[in-house]
């Protein structure tokens, strides 16, 4: 029932910029809370950005002040422009229901590889 659609990946060189979107269907999406994670090879899927259904914002400490997280609730999407990207911002982005790894839902994820 719920599907999330990522896209916007690809390669870009360091210093350079991304606007990801996730679609979502099969949720209230005006009442939940959207996120960001992203998970680097050998690492850990970690939280990058959520918006709350009020759309306040918090930031991974590692993407604060390059990475701006919007939602459009007529659209039912959630956006992250990514800017003066770097090379250890390469890893697969997934947008999620839930500000919890463990709960929620996910998407297919989109790939962002940032290099020279």
């Known amino acids: 029932q719920v599907q999330l659609v990522e896209s916007g990946g690809g390669l870009v060189q360091p210093g350079g910029s991304l606007r990801l979107s996730c679609v979502a269907s099969?949720?209230?999406?005006?009442?939940?809370?959207m996120a960001w994670y992203r998970q680097a090879p050998g690492k850990q899927r970690d939280h990058v950005a959520h918006?709350?259904?009020?759309?306040?914002?918090n930031y991974a400490d590692s993407v604060t002040g390059r990475f701006t997280i919007s939602r459009d609730n007529a659209k039912n999407t959630v956006y992250l422009q990514m800017n003066s990207l770097k090379p250890e911002d390469t890893a697969v982005y997934y947008c999620?229901?839930?500000?919890?790894?463990?709960?929620?839902?996910w998407g297919q994820g989109t790939q962002v590889t940032v290099s020279s």
């Open positions: 099969g949720i209230n999406f005006n009442s939940n809370v």
């Open positions: 918006i709350s259904s009020g759309g306040s914002t």
């Open positions: 999620n229901t839930s500000t919890n790894a463990a709960r929620g839902y």
